[in-house]
C-alpha cells in the first residue's frame, strides 16, 4: 500500500521523523523494533543514503551505528567530509531479516518494499535538498537513479540531480567488510568519497 498516507500534514524533518514510526506501509514495520528515519544536518551539503537499517541501527534507532556505519565514519574523516555536516539515511527504514539462531541476519528489500518506502526518502530529499548525495550501494540506487542504473558501471562519476546539485554512486560500506580483500574495497570506496567531497 505504501507510505505516502503516513506522510504528515506538515512537512519537515521532525514531523516527518515522528510519523514514521508509524509507518505500516510494508509488513517490514511487523518484525522490526522501530523505524530508522534518517538523521543529521536538517541544511547537509552531504546526504548519503543507504539500502536499509541493520541489526544494530534497527536495536538503537539510528542509521549507520553499526559495523558498516564505523566503516563509513573513518572513509567520511579520511575524504575530508564532516560528519557532523551529513545527513544520513537509508531508502528503506525498517529492517528486514531472517533469524538464524540468536542472530537477525540481513535480507536484501524488494523492489515492493524500495517502492513503498519511498515516499518518506523523496520527502527528505526535498527537505534537505544536499549539494552532493552519496548513494550507497544497489538498492539505494535503484531508489533514486531507477532500475537500469549499475553501481558497478558508473560508481564514482558525478550524475546530475538539479543544477549544482550531483548523486555520486559507491558501494555500501557493508561491501567492504564483506569484501575478499577490504584494503582494495575500502580504497575504491574512499576513492568514490573523496569525488564526491571535491565536487563543487
Keep these: 500500500?505504501?507510505?505516502?498516507?503516513?506522510?504528515?500534514?506538515?512537512?519537515?524533518?521532525?514531523?516527518?521523523?515522528?510519523?514514521?514510526?508509524?509507518?505500516?506501509?510494508?509488513?517490514?514495520?511487523?518484525?522490526?523494533?522501530?523505524?530508522?528515519?534518517?538523521?543529521?544536518?536538517?541544511?547537509?551539503?552531504?546526504?548519503?543514503?543507504?539500502?536499509?537499517?541493520?541489526?544494530e541501527e534497527d536495536r538503537e534507532g539510528a542509521p549507520f551505528v553499526g559495523p558498516a556505519g564505523r566503516v563509513l565514519d573513518r572513509a567520511l574523516e579520511e575524504a575530508g567530509i564532516e560528519r557532523e555536516a551529513v545527513y544520513v539515511t537509508n531508502a528503506v527504514k525498517h529492517f528486514k531479516y531472517e533469524p538464524r539462531g540468536k542472530r537477525r541476519i540481513h535480507r536484501k528489500?524488494?523492489?515492493?518494499?524500495?517502492?513503498a518506502c519511498?515516499?518518506?526518502?523523496?520527502?527528505?530529499?526535498?527537505?534537505?535538498?544536499?549539494?552532493?548525495?552519496?548513494?550507497?550501494?544497489?538498492?539505494?540506487?535503484?531508489?533514486l537513479l531507477g532500475p537500469d542504473f549499475r553501481v558497478t558501471r558508473h560508481r564514482g562519476e558525478p550524475v546530475p540531480r538539479r543544477e549544482g546539485a550531483y548523486y555520486v554512486a559507491t558501494i555500501h560500506p557493508s561491501a567492504v567488510l564483506r569484501a575478499p580483500d577490504r584494503d582494495e574495497a575500502y580504497s575504491g570506496f574512499l576513492a568514490d568519497l573523496t569525488v564526491a567531497a571535491g565536487l563543487p
Excluded at 528489500?109 to 524500495?114: A, L, Y
Design 109 to 115: 528489500p524488494t523492489v515492493g518494499e524500495i517502492n
Design 1 to 55: 500500500m505504501g507510505a505516502q498516507r503516513f506522510l504528515p500534514a506538515e512537512i519537515s524533518l521532525p514531523a516527518l521523523r515522528e510519523a514514521a514510526r508509524r509507518c505500516k506501509g510494508c509488513d517490514l514495520y511487523r518484525a522490526a523494533t522501530q523505524t530508522v528515519f534518517g538523521d543529521g544536518a536538517p541544511d547537509a551539503r552531504f546526504m548519503l543514503v543507504g539500502e536499509q537499517p541493520g541489526d
Design 118 to 143: 519511498r515516499p518518506w526518502l523523496e520527502a527528505e530529499m526535498r527537505l534537505v535538498d544536499p549539494e552532493v548525495t552519496l548513494v550507497l550501494g544497489a538498492t539505494a540506487a535503484r531508489a
